[in-house]
């Protein structure tokens, strides 16, 4: 079965540095998206994305942040200036976007901010 | 706004004894998809069930079975017989159907989660 690929599985980096996570959506899908769970808590939604531009983001997806499809198959999130605070697994998903579609995740990208 | 209740925070069983978990939702939207993701220690999210908000049949599959009631805006989860392996954290989450761009763009609104332990 198809899956959403993200790299890496867990990126270090330090506090004012810039990353970026990276995800390859199930090849036939439309829509994707960005979530993010801190440690121990529920997961949120961050943005989601469809013919190449922003569809809906949330108030946590502030100017730090942007996506980008650069090719056919990567989505990928960018942090410009990391904070301590951004310290959480990002997930992301993406869908067909015909109706009783599901919504499929990656196995997420855990982002430790030092 | 929409909100998930996921009101038990934690349960622990016993191998073979069957579990509930609860999810309650809140929404104004008349069409919105709840769903069920399981969260193992691995880390992943699991895909378990999709729900529209027109479709009030239960369902079953295998041990699992959902009991959907929009009269109580209920979305409860049943695992029969549970196993060791079924130990993990069970997300409940609400989504309305739209955004910018309409069709089937999930802005998913998730509960705290439920941590189920299955003791051998």
């Known amino acids: 079965e198809p899956e959403v690929t993200q790299t890496p599985s867990h990126q270090v980096t330090q506090m004012g540095q810039e990353v970026i996570l990276r995800c390859v959506p199930i090849s036939n899908h439309l829509y994707f998206y960005w979530y993010r769970q801190i440690l121990g808590q529920k997961v949120e939604f961050l943005v989601s994305?469809?013919?190449?531009?922003?569809?809906?983001k949330s108030e946590i997806f502030d100017d730090q942040f942007s996506v980008e499809r650069p090719d056919g198959s990567n989505f990928t999130l960018k942090i410009r200036s990391t904070k301590l605070e951004d310290s959480a697994m990002y997930f992301c998903?993406?869908?067909?976007?015909?109706?009783?579609?599901?919504?499929?995740f990656g196995n997420g990208t855990r982002l430790t901010v030092t | 706004a929409q909100k998930v209740t996921q009101a038990q925070t934690e349960i622990s069983v016993v191998e073979k004894e069957d579990v509930t978990l609860d999810c309650v939702y809140e929404t104004r939207d008349t069409t919105y998809y709840l769903f069920w993701y399981k969260q193992p220690p691995s880390g992943e999210l699991v895909f378990l069930i999709r729900r529209n908000s027109f479709d009030e049949q239960n369902e079953i599959s295998g041990r699992y079975s959902w009991n959907f009631q929009k009269s109580t805006s209920s979305f409860n989860f049943t695992i029969t017989a549970s196993q060791v392996v079924d130990s993990a954290v069970y997300f409940c989450a609400l989504s309305e159907r739209g955004g910018y761009s309409g069709g089937s763009n999930y802005k998913l609104t998730f509960g705290k989660g439920t941590l189920l332990t299955v003791n051998p």
């Open positions: 998903a993406s869908s067909p976007g015909t109706y009783n579609s599901p919504l499929h």
């Open positions: 994305f469809y013919n190449n531009e922003i569809s809906e």
